[in-house]
């Protein structure tokens, strides 16, 4: 259970320690580190600009039996059998072989956390400083150093690469109320050039956005046009840059988990459940350490290694995303209808799965 010591505003007070574990970012790949830390005794902190489930990073979908897997169903909203798959010229209904599922974003970190043990304090990461990260709130010092803080990879050493020249795309949706039975995504150059639009139905809200691949490309007035077009009120939005290259997991001492070490999926930006997958890998070394069965050297070369590994599967998805653009609509309609048949589906979304399979989080350490 996370421990929460300082209050927000006017009663935040200044923040120098010293502990074990520092994990900065407390949303997917954060917490899934947390989590594999539990029951080590060792002093974990865990720190972010907000509180833990404050700001909804993503349309919050997943591979249901990641929420299985990880004892998180009760944050699940709605579950899809079918991905209905939208080109100008057809339509595909595409029976997925494993469900899909959106949950809620609070309720999910709510749980997550839970799994750990941990102390939480509010801070502002600035930068990193030897074994020291330097907070808005003062300096924190700790020989294991974990950034998780997205995109902006903070802890990494050099210059930030800012977009658009990073290797970034960009998504913007809104979450009005109403309800839908299908998860829809929508091929279209007349919304998005490079890129998609999807309709996410949660429970009692919908999740309605464009992500474009081309960063230059701008998505609010696509987005709006979705929404209207699906008779949705394109109202409280959310929006972020997703990385699309896999970028070294360690770097100068530190582990990179998440967007912060571009573990979301090219073509799909899916970043969720990698997110967790390589949190759980990278707690999995840190946990060695703590048990005195691994230095901090082997720790980093082996979670640099891991996620190294997956590297080959990261590249050929972007392929796929520079080359689906390319492919003329007209194309496009018949390659869909073909591999809309079911053995088809079930192979190619088998394979994916297996980029960042489920059954990872059952295995013990
Ligand atoms: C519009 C949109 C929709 C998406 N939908 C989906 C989806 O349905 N399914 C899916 O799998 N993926 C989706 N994604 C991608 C997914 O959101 C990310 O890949 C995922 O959130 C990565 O998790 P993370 O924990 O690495 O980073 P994040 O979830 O981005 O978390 C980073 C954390 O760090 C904190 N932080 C950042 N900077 C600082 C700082 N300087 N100091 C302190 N704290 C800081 C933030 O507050 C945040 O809590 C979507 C992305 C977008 C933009």
Not at 221 to 232: H, K, N, S, Y
């Amino acid at each position: 259970m996370p421990v929460r010591a300082t209050k927000r505003g006017t009663e935040r007070t200044p923040l120098n320690r010293d502990c074990d574990v520092l994990i900065c970012g407390a949303s997917f790949a954060g917490l899934a580190v947390a989590r594999e830390l539990a029951r080590t005794g060792a002093e974990v902190m865990v720190i972010d600009r907000y509180e833990i489930g404050e700001r909804q990073t993503s349309a919050c979908g997943i591979p249901t039996r990641w929420l299985e897997v990880l004892g998180l169903n009760a944050a699940l909203q709605q579950t899809f059998g079918e991905l209905v798959i939208h080109t100008p010229h057809v339509t595909v209904r595409c029976q997925l072989p494993w469900t899909f599922s959106t949950f809620d974003y609070r309720t999910l970190c709510a749980l997550l956390a839970e799994q750990g043990d941990f102390t939480f304090e509010t801070a502002t990461v600035n930068r990193r400083d030897g074994d020291s990260v330097l907070t808005d709130r003062g300096e924190i010092h700790a020989p294991l150093v974990v950034d998780a803080l997205g995109w902006r990879r903070v802890l990494g050493a050099g210059e930030p690469i800012q977009p658009p020249e990073a290797y970034l795309s960009r998504g913007l949706e809104v979450h009005p109320h109403g309800s839908g039975d299908d998860l829809e995504v929508w091929v279209d150059r007349s919304y998005v050039p490079a890129g998609y639009g999807w309709s996410f139905p949660a429970a009692e809200e919908v999740r309605v956005g464009v992500g474009s691949f081309e960063p230059r490309f701008h998505v609010k007035q696509p987005t709006v046009r979705l929404a209207e077009d699906l008779e949705r009120e394109p109202v409280r939005y959310q929006g972020n840059w997703i990385p699309h290259r896999i970028r070294e997991a360690t770097e100068s001492g530190v582990f990179f988990v998440g967007d912060s070490a571009g573990h979301c999926l090219p073509l799909t930006a899916e970043g969720i459940r990698t997110a967790l997958y390589f949190g759980i890998a990278a707690g999995r070394e840190l946990r060695a350490v703590l048990d005195g069965t691994q230095t901090r050297p082997a720790a980093l070369a082996a979670y640099g290694a891991f996620s190294a590994a997956h590297r080959g599967k990261f590249e050929w998805m972007l392929r796929s995303q520079r080359l689906v653009p390319r492919v003329p609509p007209r194309i496009l309609a018949p390659a869909l209808r073909a591999i809309g048949t079911r053995s088809f589906v079930a192979w190619i979304f088998g394979h994916y799965l297996r980029i960042a399979p489920p059954e990872f989080a059952l295995r013990s350490g």
